[in-house]
């Protein structure tokens, strides 16, 4: 065999077990992520493998040690700690002692919290009692006042109701207009002439399909727009309850939201379906390292031999009313080529740029994606990002973590997406959740997302398990993760079970 099939064959082994094999023939502490460390300790062991110190088999045979917190305890069977050795372990294990203090602090602060939560609930509980006998005692008012029901009726005229009703005078009063503009061909001129404006507004119910409510209990209200150019609606797409409160807020406040996350957890499709299913406009300006100020707001130019200044997509987007602007993968760029966007990220914001002040239009909603929470990469799987100017992170008002979805939703998403059987679906949510645990114990180094639980269903039309699964996973992770890999779709995945499903 070759070294580096002996070095495949080690790695195919649980961490705990390479650990292990090398802990007790070497006094060397290695450092770094685990999955560092179990690739150095397996050159280690490739080389006893060369001069005959040690065959596979007895790799394989070694008991495991533990691994505890991203922190490898090497006390293999026979092995020795050195003076200095012992000292480190001493000092780890002092400090995961402190760490198991604060985390017993946090947790009692924790339960008080939910002590304190239970007691408000149950002032909740009799504050609604006492609103119920409150509102049944208006009732009996009103049926004894009815002479009084038309004057307030005019008390609580709803303005978003009376927006609707204006709005849609209108467009039967233009619709003679706009028939005529169909019939020339001319829609496309006439829409660039036209800003978006809302006609209506909905429950968070009515068009996302799922019932969202404010602190109150009230449900939460979705503008609609009518923006020609909106992005077209995907009707898989799963909605959260707690995504949809933040973008409903800053629909109401205007305030910039900044997501973060995993890949694969929906940040920027969350972005665009939002401004699909409320008929906004949808800017997306995808950033790298190399990208400038005049990039995405713009620059002077000449045109027809005049100097004029040409709006990038960000300046395009800001100045139309409706728009979403979401700034993709920002964490890419460099700092000094982000400071413009301070000024325009401010409330109410107006700055003078390209000869001309600008303004943030009505219904301009700014969000920026990126892995990174804007803290920068601390795991190494994101490379080229980085921490975010404190002044620029400020800007947005919130900033949420997304996750993956949880078993039943995911399972709803690969449904929708592909059509294939729940069961089916359930099967290989199940692959991919074990694949996810494996980047904590550093086994997995990415996290299969749910496009490549996706592209696995769909290649099981035409693949095996295993071509499916190595074309849609295990090949687009590093080398060090395929074993493990190998070894979950061995142990969570069934072929034959697979092809009943099919």
């Given at each position: 065999m070759?070294?580096?099939?002996?070095?495949?064959?080690?790695?195919?082994l649980?961490?705990?077990?390479?650990m292990?094999?090398?802990?007790?023939r070497?006094?060397?502490?290695?450092?770094?992520?685990n999955?560092?460390?179990?690739?150095?300790?397996?050159?280690?062991?490739?080389?006893?493998?060369?001069?005959?110190?040690?065959?596979?088999?007895?790799i394989?045979?070694?008991?495991?040690?533990?691994?505890?917190?991203?922190?490898?305890a090497?006390?293999?069977?026979?092995?020795?700690?050195?003076?200095a050795?012992?000292?480190?372990?001493?000092?780890?294990?002092?400090?995961?002692?402190?760490?198991?203090?604060?985390?017993?602090?946090?947790?009692?602060?924790?339960?008080?919290?939910?002590?304190?939560?239970?007691t408000?609930?149950?002032?909740?509980?009799?504050?609604?009692?006492?609103?119920?006998?409150?509102?049944?005692?208006l009732?009996?008012?009103?049926?004894?006042?009815?002479?009084?029901i038309?004057?307030?009726?005019?008390?609580?005229?709803?303005?978003?109701?009376?927006?609707?009703?204006?709005?849609?005078?209108?467009?039967?009063?233009?619709?003679?207009?706009?028939?005529?503009?169909?019939?020339?061909?001319?829609?496309?001129?006439?829409?660039?002439?036209?800003?978006?404006?809302?006609?209506?507004?909905?429950?968070?119910?009515?068009?996302?399909?799922?019932?969202?409510?404010d602190?109150?209990?009230?449900?939460?209200?979705?503008?609609?727009?009518?923006a020609v150019?909106?992005?077209?609606?995907?009707?898989?797409?799963?909605?959260?309850?707690?995504?949809?409160?933040?973008?409903?807020?800053?629909?109401n406040t205007?305030?910039?939201?900044?997501?973060?996350?995993?890949?694969?957890?929906?940040?920027?499709?969350?972005?665009?379906?939002?401004?699909?299913?409320?008929?906004?406009?949808?800017?997306?300006?995808?950033?790298?390292?190399?990208?400038?100020?005049?990039?995405?707001?713009?620059?002077?130019?000449?045109?027809?031999?005049?100097?004029?200044?040409?709006?990038?997509?960000?300046?395009?987007?800001?100045?139309?009313?409706?728009?979403?602007?979401?700034?993709?993968?920002?964490?890419?760029?460099?700092?000094?080529?982000?400071?413009?966007?301070?000024?325009?990220?401010?409330?109410?914001?107006?700055?003078?740029?390209?000869?001309?002040?600008?303004?943030?239009?009505?219904?301009?909603?700014?969000?920026?994606?990126?892995?990174?929470?804007?803290?920068?990469?601390?795991?190494?799987?994101?490379?080229?990002?980085?921490?975010m100017?404190?002044?620029?992170?400020?800007?947005?008002?919130?900033?949420?973590?997304?996750?993956?979805?949880?078993?039943?939703?995911?399972?709803?998403?690969?449904?929708?997406?592909?059509?294939c059987?729940a069961?089916?679906?359930?099967?290989?949510?199940?692959?991919?959740?074990?694949?996810?645990?494996?980047?904590?114990?550093?086994?997995?180094?990415?996290?299969?997302?749910?496009?490549?639980?996706?592209?696995?269903?769909?290649?099981?039309?035409?693949?095996s398990?295993?071509?499916?699964?190595?074309?849609?996973?295990?090949?687009?992770?590093?080398?060090?993760?395929?074993a493990?890999?190998?070894?979950?779709?061995?142990?969570?995945?069934?072929?034959?079970?697979?092809?009943?499903?099919?």
């Amino acid at each position: 065999m070759t070294d580096a099939q002996i070095k495949m064959e080690i790695l195919a082994l649980p961490i705990a077990v390479v650990m292990a094999a090398y802990a007790v023939r070497s006094t060397k502490v290695l450092s770094g992520t685990n999955a560092e460390i179990k690739s150095k300790a397996a050159d280690f062991l490739v080389t006893k493998v060369r001069d005959g110190s040690i065959d596979l088999d007895a790799i394989r045979g070694t008991a495991p040690v533990t691994i505890t917190n991203g922190v490898t305890a090497i006390m293999a069977q026979n092995a020795t700690l050195s003076t200095a050795q012992a000292v480190a372990l001493d000092g780890i294990t002092q400090r995961l002692s402190s760490d198991r203090a604060l985390l017993d602090s946090i947790r009692a602060v924790a339960e008080r919290a939910d002590n304190n939560a239970i007691t408000g609930l149950n002032a909740q509980k009799q504050l609604d009692a006492s609103v119920s006998r409150a509102l049944a005692a208006l009732e009996q008012d009103i049926e004894a006042n009815r002479q009084n029901i038309d004057r307030l009726a005019v008390s609580t005229v709803d303005d978003r109701k009376v927006a609707a009703e204006v709005a849609l005078a209108i467009d039967k009063a233009f619709a003679p207009f706009k028939q005529s503009v169909i019939d020339a061909g001319a829609e496309a001129v006439i829409a660039n002439g036209v800003s978006a404006k809302v006609i209506g507004s909905e429950t968070a119910l009515n068009v996302f399909g799922v019932d969202v409510k404010d602190a109150k209990g009230q449900p939460l209200m979705v503008d609609i727009w009518d923006a020609v150019d909106a992005p077209a609606i995907d009707p898989n797409f799963v909605w959260t309850s707690g995504i949809i409160k933040h973008l409903l807020l800053s629909q109401n406040t205007g305030e910039n939201l900044w997501f973060g996350g995993e890949k694969g957890t929906g940040k920027s499709e969350t972005a665009r379906q939002f401004a699909a299913k409320t008929g906004r406009a949808y800017t997306r300006i995808n950033f790298h390292k190399y990208t400038t100020t005049e990039d995405y707001v713009g620059c002077t130019g000449l045109e027809n031999s005049a100097t004029v200044f040409k709006m990038g997509a960000f300046m395009t987007g800001f100045v139309s009313p409706s728009t979403v602007v979401l700034l993709d993968e920002v964490s890419n760029c460099d700092a000094g080529e982000l400071a413009t966007l301070n000024g325009f990220l401010e409330p109410n914001s107006a700055v003078s740029f390209g000869g001309q002040v600008r303004r943030r239009a009505a219904g301009v909603l700014v969000f920026a994606a990126d892995n990174t929470l804007t803290n920068g990469d601390q795991t190494g799987r994101y490379a080229g990002t980085r921490q975010m100017n404190s002044s620029l992170a400020d800007r947005f008002s919130r900033v949420i973590r997304f996750e993956y979805l949880s078993k039943a939703d995911e399972v709803t998403a690969l449904v929708r997406h592909t059509q294939c059987n729940a069961l089916l679906a359930g099967h290989v949510v199940d692959a991919i959740n074990a694949a996810r645990a494996k980047v904590e114990t550093g086994d997995v180094i990415d996290a299969p997302s749910i496009r490549s639980a996706i592209a696995f269903i769909r290649a099981l039309n035409v693949l095996s398990v295993d071509e499916a699964w190595a074309s849609a996973v295990t090949a687009r992770q590093p080398s060090e993760s395929a074993a493990a890999l190998d070894s979950i779709k061995a142990a969570y995945l069934n072929p034959s079970q697979i092809e009943k499903w099919i």
